[in-house]
């Protein structure tokens, strides 16, 4: 079966720089949901879209912005990069906003130097 | 203060063991994920159960949710070695919305 695709899988940048990462959700699924894992932490609720509408709103910096297009795919956009911003990033999605399982991507391994 | 502790942290165990791994909150959830992580990679899910008092098994795992769905169990019957992995409860306070994870369990299994 189809999972969710996400990419880079990994990603290098220097402090200050731009980083796009890109989420590709199981086919059908119209809601994504983007998390920050920081090493040894949980994974950490970002924002998420549901048919191309933000959703929800979580502990996302001001710098971080994302989308999901009119395929469904998402794309989180980070800008003015910190050290601190070297993470992992999972994209998750769900069959409509009423269905409770939400099914993870690999993750993007972002590091920031 | 977290909204789901999972408990206990770490465990270690022998071949053949059995085990329980707990995730209690004081807040009622819509419905409770249970993951499984390896290191650098997604977690994988294991089950969702939504029900109050609901029990789901997947082979020697047995998943519980409490009947007034705050709290839920995974309990792993003769473990084995491949059992060894990131253990993770996350629950939605309604349906659709954001997952909070309750910390984790990394259990080990010794041959």
């Known amino acids: 079966a189809a999972g969710v695709i996400q990419s880079p899988r990994h990603l290098i940048k220097e402090k200050r720089e731009t980083a796009t990462l890109k989420c590709y959700p199981i086919?059908?699924?119209?809601?994504v949901y983007w998390y920050q894992q920081g090493p040894g932490q949980d994974p950490q609720f970002l924002i998420s879209f549901y048919e191309k509408m933000q959703s929800d709103k979580g502990s996302i910096p001001d710098r971080f912005s994302a989308q999901q297009f009119s395929d469904y795919h998402s794309e989180l956009n980070m800008s003015s990069l910190e050290l601190g911003d070297s993470a992992l990033y999972f994209c998750?999605?769900?069959?409509?906003?009423?269905?409770?399982?939400?099914?993870f991507g690999p993750g993007t391994r972002l590091t920031v130097l | 203060t977290q909204l789901l502790e999972q408990s206990p942290q770490f465990l270690s165990i022998q071949e053949g063991e059995n085990l329980t791994v707990y995730c209690n909150s004081s807040s009622v959830f819509s419905s409770l994920q249970w993951y499984r992580q390896e290191p650098g990679e997604g977690p994988v899910l294991l089950v969702t159960v939504v029900t109050g008092g609901e029990v789901k098994k997947l082979k020697r795992l047995t998943f519980q949710f409490g009947d007034a769905r705050k709290d839920s169990s995974l309990h792993i019957t003769a473990a084995q070695p491949g059992d060894t992995g990131l253990y993770l409860c996350?629950?939605?306070?309604?349906?659709?919305?954001?997952?909070?994870f309750g910390g984790g369990t990394r259990l080990m299994v010794k041959p």
């Open positions: 996350a629950g939605d306070r309604r349906a659709g919305n954001m997952l909070t």
């Open positions: 086919p059908r699924h119209d809601t």
């Open positions: 998750a999605s769900s069959l409509g906003r009423l269905r409770d399982t939400q099914y």
